[in-house]
């Protein structure tokens, strides 16, 4: 049971959909979500002049000097913002400046006093993260909002492209793409190897490569602790290198460069495209929380989260570490509400949000996964099953092309007349894996690869070998 004022939180989240884009474009692509604006001030950064002159301390602690424009760009915030904490370093005898006045604060160089160094340790054992200022919970939030899965526009044609040279069944694809429209969650079921996981995975192919650009910052400020979240290895980013989007220099800079301009975006977010990341038979609780680093002193975010605006995959669910019933549990509230709730090391709950397409896929049976409960909650439950006879035929019509061999029919009447039962039905990937085997033997044999009669049969009795009653 959740506490009341976690209950609350996710009621008011709830209640504030996410708002409806203006214009839609073709295929998948939405109405392009604006970057968040540069901060005008500490207030609108959401920065206090003392939290800010820490991360300068330790800047400077780290590089031994640096000029006022070097870290406005370290911090990714405009330089009046910097010079704000500049001042009261100087003023709290922290910081000189060493050389450098053409251009004013803009151009000095500054390094640290004794007193300052002083400082910067004990704010380094207290939190040791450099780099760019977090931005606050509430603007997260607000963005993840405003760039929400939820109503993306999802056209038959751009989805059947994201599915070339993969044979479906009919109907999936409307299925799929009204599941993609919902921007709510998918569960993917059915016996294995008739393609669930290479379903899922061009989903969110199609999502990251069709589904517009989002923001996601590299840093949050929560309730005072920090949270990485941007992640190098995991999203990719659109805005070119961080260097590139800075356009402060130490030659160019002039008054007017330095006033604030409104149309500047705020270079403590990154430009990316939606993210697509996979979990297994890894996954834990443990991970779907906020990792501390009890060293550092600061959080990472955990994978669901970095996924925020885009696709979270879920594969061979039920087979994870933990009981799957722990894992829905844990999702009950996060997938009805689209907020979850992370614990800091204080024990400390803070509500985050959850704007993501969860996809789950399994080939176990999903009442011995779920209750009716938490049935309720995947709202999009799409059965895989076995290919129909027709539907085999073009898988393998299309894998021998791939493969540059002559496709017969009577392969697949020999397989249904000689393994195919209604115990043993086909599975979809059977074409790809006895076309894998019959060429393995060809090259071994020194043959021109061939799929006669000869070669599926004894392909198929490789393959279909019965591993049951196999002892020493």
């Known amino acids: 049971m959740q506490p009341a004022s976690m209950a609350t939180d996710a009621a008011q989240w709830a209640a504030s959909p ?17 970057a968040p604006t540069a901060p005008r001030s500490l207030r609108e950064a959401g920065l206090g002049v003392g939290q ?45 400046v060493t050389s450098g006045d053409s251009l004013g604060p803009v151009s000095q160089r500054f390094t640290l006093t004794e007193l300052g160094r002083i400082r910067a340790r004990d704010v380094f054992e207290q939190c040791r993260y450099v780099g760019p ?63 669930k996981t290479e379903i899922a995975r061009r989903l969110g192919r199609y999502l990251h490569e069709s589904g517009g650009e989002v923001f996601v910052p590299y840093a949050v400020d929560i309730d005072g602790a920090i949270m990485t979240l941007y992640d190098p290895a995991l999203h990719r980013a659109t805005d070119g290198s961080p260097a590139e989007q800075d356009p402060l220099s130490p030659t160019s800079m002039s008054l007017a460069d330095r006033a604030y301009n409104e149309a500047a975006p705020d270079r403590r977010w990154r430009r990316i495209r939606r993210p697509v990341l996979l979990s297994a038979g890894e996954l834990t609780l443990e991970m779907l929380d906020l990792r501390h680093h009890p060293g550092s002193g600061y959080y990472t975010a955990p994978l669901h989260i970095k996924a ?15 009981d799957p019933r722990e894992l829905l549990n844990r999702w009950i509230l996060p997938l009805e509400d689209r907020v979850d709730f992370l614990s800091l090391a204080t024990g400390r709950k803070v509500a985050v949000p959850f704007e993501q397409i969860t996809v789950f896929s399994t080939n176990l049976e999903p ?21 129909s006879r027709d539907m085999l035929e ?9 493969q540059g061999l002559a496709f017969d029919r009577a392969t697949v009447d020999y397989l249904y007349s ?20 019959a060429g393995a033997m060809c090259r071994f044999r020194g043959e021109s690869p061939r799929l006669d009669q000869e070669i599926v049969s004894e392909a198929t009795r490789r393959f279909f070998c019965p591993l049951q009653g196999v002892s020493g």
């Open 18 to 34: 996410p708002p409806a884009s203006p214009e839609r474009a073709s295929g998948l692509e939405a109405a392009r979500v604006g």
């Open 52 to 96: 800010l002159s820490d991360l300068t301390l330790k800047l400077l602690y780290l590089h031994g000097a640096l000029a006022g424009y070097e870290i406005a760009q370290e911090l990714r915030l405009p330089f009046p913002l910097v010079e704000e904490a500049l001042r009261f370093m100087k003023e709290q005898r922290c910081a000189e």
């Open 133 to 195: 200022a977090p931005v606050p919970l509430a603007d997260y939030t607000a963005q993840c909002r405003a760039q929400s899965v939820i109503g993306i526009d999802c056209r038959a044609a751009s989805l059947s492209k994201a599915f070339g040279g993969f044979v479906l069944p009919d109907g999936l694809l409307d299925e799929l793409g009204t599941a993609v429209c919902s921007g709510r969650s998918i569960f993917l079921f059915g016996p294995p190897g008739n393609g």
């Open 308 to 322: 925020n605006g885009g696709v979270f995959l879920i594969d061979d669910f039920g087979r994870q570490i933990i």
């Open 367 to 387: 009442d011995s996964l779920m209750d009716e409960a938490f049935s309720r909650r995947l709202r999009h439950k799409i059965r895989i099953g076995p290919p």
């Open 394 to 402: 073009q898988i393998f019509e299309l894998i021998c092309a791939q």
């Open 418 to 437: 000689h393994h195919y039962t209604e115990l043993r039905p086909p599975r979809s990937s059977d074409p790809r894996d006895l076309v894998e085997i």
